[in-house]
DNA sequence: TAAGGCCTGCTC
DNA sequence: GAGCAGGCCTTA
């Protein structure tokens, strides 16, 4: 999403927008449909924020237009506004009056869009995320929230958007694979130097798959259209029965926070037995 | 905290 | 046909 907020950021701020188009009916989760178009029309775009899994479009008025892809919602710029661009999941259009449309697709329709006037954060959720891990995580806040849910095990308090936000669950497993953590590993079993180096390791791996512009396993795209790179740099997401690429385990597959996890049960052992790697 | 539900498509 | 999927909400 930061990728995408970015991308959309740079062709789109100052845009006025025309007209929406709604495709697919519940893809507007607030208001509705009738009042989101009537709405949304003749409104300034100002600015593309990011909250979590959230994008937020600061529209004049003062409004927002929130957006979450959720499982398999994209959202581009298409130039060309003809019927062949737009694919066969577009959910949603939004027009500019310069030209060229914004398509929200999503194969799933899980994804939503909410119009909010000031105070309405709350009727998305906003206010439910806890600090962005992008913009707002701290070593000494994740730490302080770790210390405050001893019991939880670690994959299940790092895709906890209350927890702190943004996370999902290639770059939960990512991150957990990257500092030899067994993701089932309570929170309470972690050293403040353990605490600083997962921190550490998980602003990182966000910072590379910005950098490689999103993970693409499937129906990813960033705002052009394009798939990301950051698929071909993982290193246990979706790799079970494969070799470990800094041991000879096989990565395995288990279910936890009722999540499909991969974890090298070498490089990461369980709980208090912390796992190390020698290269590292 | 776990399971079911929302949806559709892909892989095995 | 079964199981799985970048998420999150509701219910038990």
């Known amino acids: 999403m930061e990728v995408i907020r970015r991308e959309l950021a740079d062709k789109l ?34 600015g593309f924020l990011r909250k ?25 710029y298409l130039k060309d506004v003809s019927d062949k661009a737009v694919d066969k999941y577009a959910r ?12 929200f697709s999503d194969i799933r329709k899980f ?26 995580a701290t070593p000494g806040l994740f730490r302080e929230r770790l210390i405050s849910r001893p019991k939880s095990p670690l994959k299940t308090l790092l895709l906890d958007q209350g927890f702190l936000a943004g996370l999902g669950n290639i770059y939960t497993d990512e991150s957990l694979y990257r500092a030899c953590i067994h993701p089932a590993t309570t929170a309470g079993c972690l050293t403040n130097s353990q605490i600083r180096h997962l921190f550490k390791i998980i602003r990182d791996t966000l910072a590379e798959g910005i950098k490689q512009g999103g993970t693409s396993i499937r129906d990813y795209r960033n705002a052009g259209g394009n798939p990301g790179g950051f698929q071909d740099r993982l290193l246990v997401y979706q790799r079970k029965g494969k070799i470990c ?25 369980q709980k208090s037995e912390v796992g190390s790697r020698k290269s590292e």
């Open 13 to 46: 701020t100052g845009e006025v927008i025309k007209k929406t188009e709604i495709l697919s009916p519940g893809v507007i989760a607030y208001p509705s449909e009738e009042q989101f178009c009537l709405q949304i029309k003749g409104r300034v775009i100002e």
């Open 52 to 76: 979590g899994k959230f994008l937020i479009i600061a529209l004049s008025g003062p409004l927002k237009l929130a957006v979450h892809l959720r499982m398999t919602g994209t959202l581009t």
């Open 92 to 103: 949603a259009l939004i027009y500019p009056e310069s030209g060229g449309v914004v398509c």
């Open 111 to 136: 994804g939503r869009l909410w119009l909010l006037q000031p105070g309405e954060e709350y009727i998305a959720g906003l206010h439910k995320l806890g600090p962005d891990w992008w913009n707002e």
């Open 245 to 269: 690429t800094h041991c000879t385990c096989i990565i395995q597959r288990t279910k936890l926070a009722g999540r499909g996890t991969y974890y090298c049960p070498g490089c990461q052992k």
